[in-house]
């Protein structure tokens, strides 16, 4: 699976759009990118996935530019309960197991 | 979508006991399924992978004998940490995916194990 590199921690406020860029340049032909969502002593909760452009759904927007070497998970309007480890993952999803990087530590502020 | 299930939610034991995870999967079959180990502030760790009526697959560095896999049934995956020790506290997690929702992977609640 390629490797991914993201920020390891982030600040926000409430109401404010937050953008968490991940890299992931070897990514190859059949890998897709998916993120997940981690909450303090629960298991990771799937939020978004896709292969390029862009995907949108209830929770959050991807933007993957043409050349996939890189992703950013868009969470529009976070709340404190958005505060969360948030997983880039890529890989051909196929039946491996998914391995994890070391997340972005967000954190929301009144 | 799929809901996998773990049982217990935490769990404390005294070293030299065997504690046993129960994971499941509560609406679809899973001939695959993947224990993780997580550390406090650290990611989660593949220890092993799960397979229905085979053997497990470890992870490089994962005593076989110590973390005991059994996947008797399509909907459950058992993990069992014998001879416990305080270095095995950590929070269990299993994962499975529906082979019919695609490629998103499902994870359990996890499981707090405390070893006093």
């Known amino acids: 699976l390629a490797k991914t590199t993201q920020p390891i921690s982030m600040d926000s406020y409430e109401g404010q759009e937050v953008n968490i860029t991940c890299s992931h340049n070897n990514i190859a032909t059949n890998d897709y990118i998916t993120w997940y969502q981690q909450f303090p002593s629960q298991g990771p909760r799937f939020i978004i996935q896709?292969?390029?452009t862009k995907v949108t759904n209830e929770v959050a927007s991807l933007f993957i530019p043409a050349d996939r070497k890189s992703s950013t998970l868009s969470l529009p309007r976070v709340s404190l309960s958005d505060t969360a480890v948030y997983y880039c993952l890529v890989g051909d999803m196929g039946r491996r197991a998914l391995t994890f990087g070391s997340g972005t530590r967000l954190q929301v502020q009144p | 979508g799929a809901v996998v299930s773990q049982h217990p939610s935490w769990v404390i034991c005294k070293s030299g006991t065997s504690v046993k995870i129960e994971c499941r999967s509560l609406?679809?079959?899973?001939?695959?399924m993947f224990w993780y180990r997580q550390f406090p502030k650290q990611s989660l760790m593949l220890m092993a992978t799960s397979n229905e009526g085979s053997k497990a697959t470890y992870e490089q560095g994962v005593e076989k004998d110590k973390f005991l896999i059994n996947h008797a049934s399509l909907t459950l995956s058992t993990l069992t940490v014998t001879s416990a020790h305080p270095e095995d506290s950590s929070f269990y997690i299993c994962s499975a995916r529906d082979p019919g929702q695609g490629t998103e992977a499902f994870f359990g609640q996890g499981t707090r194990l405390t070893v006093v």
């Open positions: 896709g292969y390029k």
């Open positions: 609406d679809f079959q899973a001939t695959t």
